[in-house]
């Protein structure tokens, strides 16, 4: 937020300063376009940091319930075998567990898919943004040419309008 009203504070203070456009007038289109791109791009930047570290904590959390699962998979193994020995007196209990280990690795593989679609979602967002960022600095570069050539012409046409006023005043 922080950062919205500094920018929003610069944006104030180019439009009261202003720059003198093509027209002659006081314009701030550019600067304020050039400060709203900045903006998006700190903007997007800051989602993409989000997304970073969602995508993080996400792995984090799988693999440490892939780690859970790993050591309630030896230890549940472990009991096994020691059941066997013994007269399976908690056999229920032990195919209890099994069950709720096969939920958890079912879960786990979900969240795995979950991971890599939204991973892939990201990269499409990204490749999109960046196309969108190149089309539009090529849009803006085109822009100044024009107004470039636009002032020049303008500027020669000015200084043939002032030969002919000085050509008629030195005729009277």
Same mark, same amino acid.
């Given at each position: 937020?922080?950062?919205?009203?500094?920018?929003?504070?610069?944006?104030?203070?180019?439009?009261?300063?202003?720059?003198?456009?093509? $027209?002659? @007038? =006081?314009?701030?289109?550019?600067?304020?376009?050039?400060?709203?791109?900045?903006?998006?791009? $700190?903007? =997007?930047?800051?989602?993409?940091?989000?997304?970073?570290?969602?995508?993080?904590?996400?792995?984090?959390?799988?693999?440490?319930?892939?780690?859970?699962?790993?050591?309630?998979?030896?230890?549940?193994?472990?009991?096994?075998?020691?059941?066997?020995?013994?007269?399976?007196?908690?056999?229920?209990?032990?195919?209890?567990? @099994?069950?709720?280990?096969?939920?958890?690795?079912?879960?786990?593989?979900?969240?795995?898919?979950?991971?890599?679609?939204? *991973?892939?979602?990201?990269? *499409?967002?990204?490749?999109? =943004?960046?196309?969108?960022?190149?089309?539009?600095?090529?849009?803006?570069?085109?822009?100044?040419?024009?107004?470039? *050539?636009?002032?020049?012409?303008?500027?020669?046409?000015?200084?043939?309008?002032?030969?002919?006023?000085?050509?008629?005043?030195?005729?009277?």
């Amino acid at each position: 937020m922080c950062l919205i009203f500094r920018k929003r504070g610069k944006m104030q203070k180019m439009k009261n300063l202003g720059s003198i456009g093509s $027209s002659g @007038r =006081f314009s701030t289109e550019e600067g304020e376009d050039e400060d709203i791109s900045k903006l998006a791009i $700190s903007t =997007f930047q800051a989602k993409e940091e989000e997304i970073e570290r969602r995508k993080m904590e996400v792995k984090e959390r799988v693999e440490l319930q892939l780690g859970r699962a790993e050591e309630e998979t030896r230890r549940l193994a472990y009991i096994w075998e020691e059941l066997e020995v013994l007269e399976d007196p908690m056999k229920k209990e032990v195919a209890m567990i @099994r069950k709720k280990i096969d939920l958890a690795n079912k879960d786990l593989k979900q969240l795995g898919q979950n991971y890599q679609k939204k *991973e892939k979602e990201y990269k *499409e967002t990204l490749e999109a =943004f960046n196309e969108k960022n190149k089309e539009k600095a090529n849009l803006v570069a085109t822009l100044t040419e024009l107004l470039t *050539e636009s002032e020049k012409m303008r500027l020669k046409k000015l200084e043939e309008l002032c030969k002919t006023i000085e050509s008629v005043s030195l005729k009277q």
